[in-house]
């Protein structure tokens, strides 16, 4: 069964952005699509089932095959009903897609415990709990495909972004642990981090930087990340603006001390303990 064609693949936060742009392609591949989108604003706030079902009927109008969800990501049972919708309407689940999010942003002197954990339930939470709904299946059937939506504020950090950030850090921490455990089952797990023009991004980036990232140019990454044919597990990818790339954590050669090194040790060997000359593929010393 090549590429997508039959297969069924849930796909977050898809009622506008780049959600919508991945359930769109995956449709037009021969994959039948789960909408799912709360229908909320930017923020998190309110629910309508307008913006999942229009990318319905969208897909529809087309000739594809997809049902909508109006369900959150953000708790165990919310997810459990997301996957239940692809089990009703199509009998299996074969990928999903963690891309819902919501934003609130402020600096981190500013940042209050409800905005914090807002962010953190919506992307780390969601990612965790729709993943695990689908996790049995994918093990039981020896197939699954899965996608987090990363970012690079998550990689490297942006200001105004601490708990966005945090959340997609841990979000590229949950997949690498997937892909080694999904590895013998066929259940490969990678991430993307998209730069695109949508909502979310509408005052995060200036706008002549935005007229260069139209949200439909990164969701081919992620197409191809859910077909048969990738065999790639433990991949973060950076798409956007027709540009695509491959992130990783090297390490270094470092210093070896031989015994219980003092203060000003490690001081004396910091320029070689962090120079990253010749710097390889950083792998798990206990893995």
Known sequence: MPGVKDRVVVVTG????LGREYAL??????????VNDLGGARDGSGADTAMADQVVAEIEAEGGQAVANYDSVATAEGATAIVGTALDAFGAVHGVVNNAGILRDAAFHK????DWEAVLRVHLFGGYHVTRAVWPHFREQGHGRVVMATSTSGLYGNFGQSNYGTAKAGLVGLM???AIEGRKY????????????????QDVAPAELLEKLPAEQVAPIVGYLLTDECTDSGTVVVAGGGKAY?????????????????IDEVA?????????????????PVG
């Open 176 to 178: 690498h642990t997937l």
């Open 268 to 284: 004396e060997a910091w320029p070689r303990l962090t120079d990253l000359t010749d710097a390889v593929p950083g792998v798990n």
């Open 111 to 114: 940042m209050s415990d409800e």
């Open 246 to 262: 491959r992130v990783q954590l090297f390490q270094g050669e470092g210093v070896t001390f031989p015994s219980t090194p003092s």
């Open 186 to 201: 066929n259940v490969l797990a990678n991430a993307v981090a998209p730069m695109a023009a949508t909502r979310m991004t």
């Open 25 to 34: 392609l995956l449709a037009r591949a021969g994959a039948r699509v789960v």
């Open 14 to 17: 898809a009622g506008g952005g």
